[in-house]
């Protein structure tokens, strides 16, 4: 499995985003995908998923409402859009893949890097 994260950069608070997430190397059906972000000195913490299946999600509390995860099953590509951003969502993203009967997401991308200014 290769995840390949893109479409980090700066913005002004206020605005948005779209992250994608090219997946290759294995037919995703089973799987979950993942986004997760890192702040400096912090540690890394769940974002949103969705099971590629049914399409079926779930957002942490703190994006609720301004992400949104999605993907293109033509693509292979899994997106997280972000709206109404904060300089509080300032991290690198990164996006991840588990089998769906797992519970560690055993798959990581490099990463993308967020900046949100106030």
């Known amino acids: 499995v290769q995840l390949q994260a893109s479409g980090g950069g700066l913005v002004q608070a206020g605005g948005s985003l779209r992250l994608s997430c090219a997946a290759s190397?294995?037919?995703?059906?089973?799987?979950?995908m993942g986004w997760f972000r890192q702040a400096p000195g912090k540690e890394r913490e769940f974002v949103a998923r969705i099971t590629w299946a049914d399409r079926s999600t779930r957002h942490a509390d703190s994006v609720k409402g301004r992400f949104t995860i999605s993907r293109d099953n033509a693509e292979n590509t899994v997106y997280l859009q972000m709206n109404t951003l904060k300089p509080e969502d300032t991290a690198v993203y990164y996006c991840?893949?588990?089998?769906?009967?797992?519970?560690?997401?055993?798959?990581w991308g490099q990463g993308t890097q967020v900046t949100v200014s106030s």
């Open positions: 991840a893949a588990r089998l769906n009967y797992e519970n560690k997401y055993n798959y």
């Open positions: 190397g294995r037919a995703f059906s089973n799987y979950v």
